[in-house]
């Protein structure tokens, strides 16, 4: 199945979907986004599972469909850049259906914060990208049946110290891991590098709604690492 069939299945899937939350998603509201691996598998097993992952949450903001994602991937793994052509770019930016705030991606989960921009647009971004990736990681591994724990869960941001909150959790998510312990504003898996210095993803990556509101990148990392991320969190999904 093509790239652009799987976007016409998910859409299908999407419908049926979103009848089924409780959570109603509303243009221009802020929403934290997750899931995690079936029976706590990790989702990533190599930097080319995460390239594959990162190129999904970014380019796929838009109906733009993508028929090989394999020349892409391959110039991010060996040069940490993508290498879309611009006027591609253009087109994702122009037709966007959400923004994406911020992110982290972990071994086995994933964190997104994401702005619903047209009717549907969120629904639309996650079973396409959950749909696209499952498909490729059962290719890669031989595996079958479901990568993910069912459908993504999704928490509406109700104010700006929720918003503010929430990206302090997602960008301290990576001390989780041994290696990046005290060391999260480098890891290379999540936007907290983009907030505090040089935003390697350009308009693909609308952090301004928490950045501007802080006098410079150090305030901001200061508030990161001193947060106590006092965010009620409907969590237990991804943490019990």
């Known amino acids: 199945m093509c790239e652009a069939e799987l ?18 998603i509303s243009i221009n509201e802020y929403y934290h986004v997750y899931n995690r691996g079936n029976n706590k598998q990790n989702i990533f097993y190599d930097k080319r599972d995460l390239a594959r992952f990162l ?4 380019h796929f903001q838009s109906p733009l469909t993508f028929q090989n994602l394999t ?30 705030i911020n992110f982290s ?22 079973h396409r990208i959950q749909t696209s990736y499952t498909k490729y990681f059962n290719i890669k ?15 509406h941001i109700k104010d700006n110290e ?24 480098k890891y290379p898996w999540s936007s907290y590098q983009d907030c505090i210095g040089e935003n390697r993803w350009n308009d693909l990556f609308k952090h301004q709604i928490i950045t501007e509101q802080f006098s410079n990148p150090n305030e ?4 990161i690492e001193t947060s106590g991320t006092k965010l009620q969190l409907d969590e237990k999904y991804l943490l019990d």
Not at 105 to 126: A, D, V
């Open 71 to 100: 020349h892409p991937i391959n110039n991010y793994v060996r040069s940490s850049a993508f290498n879309i052509p611009k006027e591609k770019l253009k087109k994702i930016i122009k037709d966007r259906y959400i923004e994406l």
């Open 55 to 58: 190129f999904l949450i970014l």
């Open 7 to 24: 976007s016409r299945a998910s859409h299908i899937l999407c419908g049926i979907i979103i009848c089924m939350r409780k959570t109603i």
């Open 220 to 223: 901001y990392k200061d508030f």
């Open 141 to 155: 591994y031989n595996k079958s049946g479901h990568l993910l724990q069912g459908p993504y869960k999704i928490v």
């Open 162 to 185: 929720q918003l503010l909150h929430l990206s302090a959790y997602i960008h301290r998510n990576p001390r989780e891991i041994k290696e990046w312990k005290n060391k999260e504003y």
């Open 105 to 126: 991606l972990m071994p086995n989960h994933f964190h997104l914060t994401i702005k619903e921009k047209q009717e549907g647009g969120l629904s639309n971004y996650m």
